[in-house]
């Protein structure tokens, strides 16, 4: 039985999944943490990479691997294919002013919002690599000069698999290329004219490939392992595109993702455009559409309600099992790294409703579970106003593992969850779009996720109605 890799390069770590080609049975798994912070040293992620690879055996005995990796950060290569600067993050909100002046110079308002998303898909965001672009070539001129191509975490990452063998063999699929702000999922076609207005010239970018073309062979000295097969490189994927492919998401299917970011995204088989830019017409990893809701407030709301507690995320959740639905007119508003979705890069958090009665950890727990999920609640009513069917809700990341965060969840969106077994639902899908590169073949080949638990508690409108009153009160940063 021929085996498989699948690799997802994420915001807080990198995890590897070896799996058999044709069944999709988990044969090993790993990991490695990343660095903290919104701008990185690609290299980091090189290393955790090569960590996580030697600690789940190596890949020599796999036909092929894809990468799928954390959207939009901008990897800027110099003509020798050195990294010019510390990548930054899709939750960098620094580049907040550009995504504006790019919508004042196609028009503002309105019109500047509609131009981008009939252009890209998506109304630009600080996410997004075009910003990051207009951010650079204002703020650091002289590393602005030095590039010469410019790539995401996964192209870079699959790129050094290869072996790094210059500029023009960089790859890249359409999953990632629609997160860029410079390609559009409608013609398949890179809008190079834009990345020239954001960045003031053009710049080398790497070829789209279909699904389940290769982007070439690993260099197993890359990964200093030596000689073997011949191992073929999947396209790969950015990790939301990658997470619907692990998570066998089909037409009717919603996909709530809980990791670093909130998503919110649907599989479809037309391109989303929606001005308001709550949605972003994203592709997907099999030729269709992925259009997606993103927050940048998600398992880390968790984190850092744990952390205000002192306690474990065990009993943060036991904590917010305990206190009642509402958590007695507590309400988080969880903008603590700025927000997205809605467009607030500045935001911060706030906690609205404290009395006597709710100043109480159980009650700050259940407000940090509900306030995430309210969050993401709204996301999916974006997401469905832009035409998206919701018969199935399958909750995945690291955050589906809080028992609270899976019993709540159908109070807030008002309808069941399902939960597949806890598993690294990138990975899979990044092993599965390998499996299909090396089996060939139409379709990927059809892996089952194991047996779905569902939740189907009452839904708590309260909830969302008292959320929506506190998220229009929240306040900016204070200017550094
Ligand atoms: N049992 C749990 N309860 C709540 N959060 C959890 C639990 N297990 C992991 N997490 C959180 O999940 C997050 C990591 O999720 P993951 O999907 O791997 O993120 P990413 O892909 O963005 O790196 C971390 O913030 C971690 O604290
Ligand atoms: O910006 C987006 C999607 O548009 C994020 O979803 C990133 O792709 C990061 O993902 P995680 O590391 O949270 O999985």
């Known amino acids: 039985m021929p085996l498989v890799a699948g690799i997802d390069s994420s915001t807080q770590s990198c995890k590897v999944v070896v799996r058999d080609a044709e069944t999709g049975a988990l044969v090993r798994q790993s990991r490695a943490p990343h660095p903290e912070g919104t701008e990185v040293d690609p290299r980091a992620w090189w290393d955790a990479l090569r960590a996580a690879v030697a600690e789940a055996g190596g890949l020599a005995d796999v036909a092929a691997v894809a990468v799928g990796g954390q959207q939009h950060g901008m990897v800027c290569l110099d003509e020798a294919g050195q990294v010019v600067r510390p990548a930054l993050l899709w939750n960098d909100t620094r580049s907040a002013d550009a995504a504006r002046e790019l919508i004042e110079e196609a028009g503002g308002g309105e019109a500047g919002r509609r131009f981008w998303a009939d252009a890209t898909g998506a109304v630009p965001v600080a996410s997004f690599t075009a910003t990051k672009l207009r951010w650079l070539a204002r703020h650091e001129p002289a590393n602005a000069d030095r590039v010469a191509a410019v790539c995401l975490p996964h192209d870079w990452l699959t790129w050094r698999l290869a072996g790094a063998p210059g500029l023009a063999a960089l790859r890249t699929d359409r999953g990632d290329a629609s997160g860029t702000g410079y390609w559009s999922p409608r013609t398949g076609e890179y809008r190079l004219d834009l990345l020239e207005r954001a960045f003031g010239r053009r710049l080398r970018v790497p070829v789209v490939l279909g699904p389940a073309?290769?982007?070439?062979?690993?260099?197993?000295?890359?990964?200093?392992?030596?000689?073997?097969?011949?191992?073929?490189?999947?396209?790969?994927?950015?990790?939301?595109?990658?997470?619907?492919?692990?998570?066998?998401?089909?037409?009717?299917?919603?996909?709530?993702?809980?990791?670093?970011?909130?998503?919110?995204?649907?599989?479809?088989?037309?391109?989303?455009?929606?001005?308001?830019?709550?949605?972003?017409?994203?592709?997907?990893?099999?030729?269709?559409?992925?259009?997606?809701?993103?927050?940048?407030?998600?398992?880390?709301?968790?984190?850092?309600?744990?952390?205000?507690?002192?306690?474990?995320?065990?009993?943060?959740?036991?904590?917010?099992?305990?206190?009642?639905?509402?958590?007695?007119?507590?309400?988080?508003?969880?903008?603590?790294?700025g927000e997205r979705t809605p467009d607030r890069p500045t935001a911060t958090g706030a906690l609205h409703g404290l009395t006597l009665g709710t100043s109480t950890p159980a009650h700050l727990a259940r407000a940090a579970v509900e306030g995430m999920l309210c969050a993401l609640a709204d996301g999916l009513d974006a997401l469905t106003a832009q035409g998206a069917r919701a018969d199935r809700i399958i909750l995945v990341g690291g955050g589906a593992r809080s028992a609270a965060v899976r019993r709540i969840a159908p109070q807030v969106f008002g309808r069941p969850v399902v939960v597949p077994p806890p598993g690294e639902y990138v990975a899979d899908g990044a092993a599965r779009q390998a499996a299909w590169v090396a089996l060939g073949g139409a379709a990927p080949p059809a892996w089952s996720v194991g047996d779905t638990e569902e939740y189907a508690t009452e839904p708590v409108p309260a909830i969302r109605a008292r959320y929506a009153e506190a998220r229009e009160r929240v306040v900016d940063r204070l200017p550094e």
């Open 213 to 337: 073309e290769t982007a070439g062979h690993l260099d197993p000295a890359a990964l200093g392992t030596g000689a073997a097969g011949p191992v073929l490189l999947g396209p790969g994927t950015g990790d939301n595109a990658a997470a619907a492919l692990g998570a066998g998401a089909g037409p009717g299917d919603v996909v709530v993702s809980i990791g670093t970011s909130g998503t919110v995204f649907a599989v479809a088989d037309t391109p989303a455009a929606d001005p308001s830019g709550a949605v972003a017409g994203f592709a997907d990893a099999t030729g269709r559409f992925l259009p997606l809701v993103c927050t940048l407030n998600a398992a880390r709301v968790l984190d850092a309600a744990a952390t205000l507690l002192g306690v474990d995320l065990a009993t943060l959740s036991e904590l917010a099992l305990a206190a009642p639905p509402g958590a007695g007119g507590l309400v988080l508003v969880p903008y603590l790294e």
